[in-house]
């Protein structure tokens, strides 16, 4: 008997063993070691009015925890665009007739960011998948119209060569965020644009090990991060819960149960770019 229990405690810690190995193996997928552990990247930049530029309802769910720690902890003022209702999306799972996705994902993308506390959020209507082709002097004027009405000292946004999941509406989003704040840089108005733009980077390890193509490009196109934060795991998985019709993606995109993957995504990861060391001078 002595020897059967001595057995089991042996099988049990070597199953503990390797499920704590296997733990720490996929934390691992979700470190970027280049990354500055804070608090709240807006508190640490000194933001008090915060714009995020986006292109799809749920992208917002990249940048929870910096959302909602700038309105719950440094009190700032918090806005977003997003350029697109998402109607060409994949429902996963299937919620409504494909029509009408366009209207539920709009209202999707509202409720969750006054979940977030977001003051304000205005959903556009360019086509899912067709930012690329839009007019870009129009979005471009829309976005500075934006920002003058917001006066955001801080952008959030994605870096155009990448686009944090190598989407092209992600891409030219931040692309003419850019453009938009090159703009503002060279008018002669009250207000001249933020102070700093702060860009949402995707972990490295994890799209290198489950991102295909897509991932290998992302990984090669992104900058590494300087900052990492708290993700705020319960405001992503309310996030999933309000996009009722994405509420499914994370297990689509990483083959992991939602759970799993947020007990090892639990950061946040972001460049920034300070404007005053280093402008936008031209719309090339």
């Known amino acids: 008997m002595r020897k059967r229990t001595v057995a089991l405690i ?3 810690a070597v199953l503990l063993a390797l499920v704590g190995g296997a733990y720490w193996a ?20 000194g933001g008090t009015r915060v714009l995020g530029v986006f292109a ?18 440094d ?11 998402g109607e060409a999306g994949h429902q996963t ?35 899912d998948g067709g930012v690329p082709d839009a007019d870009e002097d129009e979005l471009v004027a829309r976005v500075v119209d934006e920002m003058r009405r917001v006066r955001p000292d801080v952008v959030v946004a994605f870096w155009p060569e990448s686009g944090a999941t190598g989407h092209p509406d992600h891409m030219q989003m931040g692309h003419i965020t850019e453009l938009a704040i ?36 992302v990984v090669a196109n992104q900058p590494k991060p300087e900052y990492a934060m708290a993700a705020e795991v319960a405001k992503k998985h309310e996030g999933w819960t309000i996009h009722a019709s994405q509420a499914n993606f994370l297990p689509e995109a990483y083959i ?29």
Do not use: C
């Open 10 to 12: 042996v099988v049990a």
């Open 93 to 127: 799972p299937v919620v409504a007739r494909q029509e009408d996705l366009g209207d539920i994902r709009k209202a999707e993308a509202l409720k969750n960011s006054f979940n977030l506390g977001v003051d304000r959020h205005v959903v556009w209507d360019y086509p």
């Open 26 to 45: 996929g934390r691992h997928l979700f470190y970027e070691p280049t990354a500055k552990g804070v608090d709240s990247v807006i508190g640490e930049l």
């Open 256 to 284: 992991l149960p939602t759970w799993l993957v947020y007990s090892l995504w639990d950061q946040e990861f972001y460049h920034v770019r300070d404007l005053e060391a280093e402008p936008f001078t031209s719309r090339g």
């Open 56 to 73: 799809h309802p749920d992208d917002e769910q990249t940048v929870n925890g910096l959302f909602f720690r700038a309105k719950q902890r």
């Open 182 to 217: 090159a703009e503002l840089a060279a008018s002669d108005g009250s207000y001249t644009g933020p102070h700093h733009v702060v860009y949402t980077i995707s972990p490295s390890g994890a799209l290198a090990a489950f991102g295909g193509e897509t991932g290998a490009f």
């Open 75 to 85: 009190g700032a003022y918090t806005a977003m665009i997003t350029a697109t209702q």
